[in-house]
Nanobody, 126 residues
């Protein structure tokens, strides 16, 4: 049973970088596909990036493609989101999510994931 804890958020200027981390507890981390979602003030939570069990396949939405990189270190039970060239519109609470790889139907669908972290705040100033 996975438990997820995000960290690494903070306040940065536009054009800056942050690396978010999501540490997972529980067995068989490498059996899980992982995703990052975000929720801006007054808006719904939306998909940002996903990664399969091995890290060999990654998925991004257009608004972060080329700027963000998702990766994982299965030996550390951790997934990362490297965020470069940050924009004010990236301001949001960022959430880590996990689902067993064999059960995951759609990386971009919030309802496809059974496990969620508490979120970490990212604020990008102009």
């Amino acid at each position: 049973q996975a438990q997820l804890v995000e960290s690494g958020g903070g306040l940065v200027q536009a054009g800056g970088s942050l690396r978010l981390s999501c540490a997972a507890s529980g067995r068989a981390f490498s059996s899980y596909a992982m995703g990052w979602f975000r929720q801006a003030p007054g808006k719904e939570r939306v998909f940002v990036a996903g990664i399969n069990w091995s890290g060999g396949n990654t998925y991004y939405t257009d608004y972060v493609k080329g700027r963000f990189t998702i990766s994982r270190d299965n030996a550390k039970n951790t997934v990362y989101l490297q965020m470069n060239s940050l924009k004010p519109e990236d301001t949001a609470v960022y959430y880590c999510a996990a689902e067993l790889q064999y059960r995951l139907r759609d990386y971009a669908r919030e309802g496809a994931y059974n496990y969620w972290g508490q979120g970490t705040q990212v604020t990008v100033s102009s």
